[in-house]
């Protein structure tokens, strides 16, 4: 078996957390690996690592990997999902982030968690994912994404007007400063932020979230997840945003894109105590008295 370790060159929690995992994973004889800037990290903390055990995210997970263990937030958990899902290899997140939906594991259950994946004593758990049909390869060819699709006014001045059809036939021109498009997963997320409905993990639907809209009356939107979303973009600007989770790209305004639901899912490690209505009571503060 073969673990490899990703997380953004932070210090503090992350740097323990990937030392403990690193000695845990020795004792339980896992192979492990870990991303550049993380053994950069671990190196200038007196870790020594043996040069093999170094891989480059933007050139994919190594051969013949098993899981992947995010350490972060949930952001890092989506840089790991975009490097694994085609692969269909899990991802385990490891929270060291501050709200968070996706990362469940805490820094005391690493234990647990090296136990339970060397005994497979866990679930995995799909997560739709969107598409994006990319002719322009803008994204190298990960062109998913776990949370949402993101078109977005770029500078601080005038709104984007994006044009909005649904297999075909014409549904809003959005008068905004973007439109999300999201998945059930992402609707925690910027959707969440943006006034977009929760949705449960498993349900077979997309969301499609205008951001500061100037029609007030214009307001999100549950499709179901088989939709083909076609957008056109435009502005006064030369240039819009164009986002995959964690991942942009500038393009020229009159641009067309077309979304729909992935060919394959993510797949999500969960363990027996994960439970999405303990973690929106939790996260959210649902049901607790907070005017005190």
Aim: overall charge neutral.
């Amino acid at each position: 078996m073969r673990v490899a370790i990703y997380a953004r060159p932070n210090r503090g929690q992350t740097l323990d957390s990937a030392f403990q995992l690193i000695d845990l994973l020795e004792k339980a004889q896992i192979h492990w690996n870990v991303s550049d800037k993380l053994a950069e990290l671990l190196a200038r903390a007196g870790k020594h690592l043996p040069p093999n055990v170094v891989f480059l995210p933007e050139l994919g997970l190594p051969p013949h990997t098993d899981f992947v263990c995010s350490i972060g937030g949930d952001g890092t958990i989506l840089e790991a999902v975009s490097m694994a899902a085609a692969r269909g290899i899990p991802v385990a997140g490891v929270h060291t982030g501050r709200l968070g939906f996706l990362a469940s594991i805490s820094f005391g259950g690493l234990e647990d968690l090296v136990r339970r994946i060397k005994a497979g004593d866990y679930t995995l758990e799909e997560r739709s994912l969107i598409h994006l049909v990319d002719e322009q390869n803008l994204f190298e060819g990960r062109n998913f994404a776990l949370n949402e699709i993101a078109i977005m006014k770029r500078d601080t001045g005038s709104m984007i007007t994006v044009h909005t059809f649904l297999n075909g036939k014409y549904l809003n021109s959005y008068w905004a400063d973007g439109l999300i498009i999201a998945t059930p997963t992402g609707s925690t997320g910027y959707s969440l932020s943006c006034g977009g409905p929760i949705v449960l993990p498993q349900s077979d639907s997309f969301i499609i979230t205008p951001v500061s809209p100037h029609n007030l009356n214009v307001r999100p939107l549950v499709i179901p997840d088989n939709s083909l979303i076609t957008c056109t973009v435009e502005g006064r600007g030369r240039k819009a945003l164009l986002s995959l989770d964690t991942r942009s790209r500038p393009v020229d305004m009159d641009s067309s894109f077309s979304i729909r639901k992935e060919a394959f899912a993510a797949k999500l490690l969960r363990l027996p105590q994960d439970d999405f209505p303990d973690t929106l009571r939790n996260k959210l503060y649902w049901g607790a008295d907070l005017r005190n």
